[in-house]
């Protein structure tokens, strides 16, 4: 059975930090893991991705506030915040996509980033 479990939502005010986790478990072949977040009233959008072979990429939103990394041999992936906005505020997610079976999503963690 695989399972996402995310940690490291909170509250913060603006401009501070936090550092999100998502361990991976019951999934041997992740091709791709990523963070997408949804703010209320507004679609899922991707945050930022990485690939098996470390390639990242970034919403322009989050550019150059946010980095993505991955512990392969932990199966956890991490999205340390840095420099938080109120329009950051959202439910994040946490995807694993396996080539040969698919997408797989954690339940969320609330951000919530006040001014």
């Known amino acids: 059975q695989v399972q996402l479990v995310e940690s490291g939502g909170g509250l913060v005010q603006a401009g501070g930090s936090l550092r999100l986790s998502c361990e991976a478990s019951?999934?041997?072949?992740?091709?791709?893991m990523g963070w997408y977040r949804q703010a209320p009233g507004k679609q899922r959008e991707v945050v930022a991705s990485?690939?098996?072979?470390?390639?990242?990429n970034y919403g322009d939103s989050v550019k150059g506030r946010f980095t993505i990394s991955r512990d392969s041999a932990k199966n956890t992936l991490y999205l340390q915040m840095n420099s938080l906005k109120p329009e950051d505020t959202a439910v994040y997610y946490c995807?694993?996509?396996?080539?040969?079976?698919?997408?797989?999503w954690g339940q969320g963690t609330q951000v919530t980033v006040s001014s």
């Open positions: 995807n694993a996509y396996s080539l040969f079976l698919g997408d797989y």
């Open positions: 990485i690939t098996s072979d470390g390639s990242t």
């Open positions: 019951g999934i041997f072949t992740i091709n791709r």
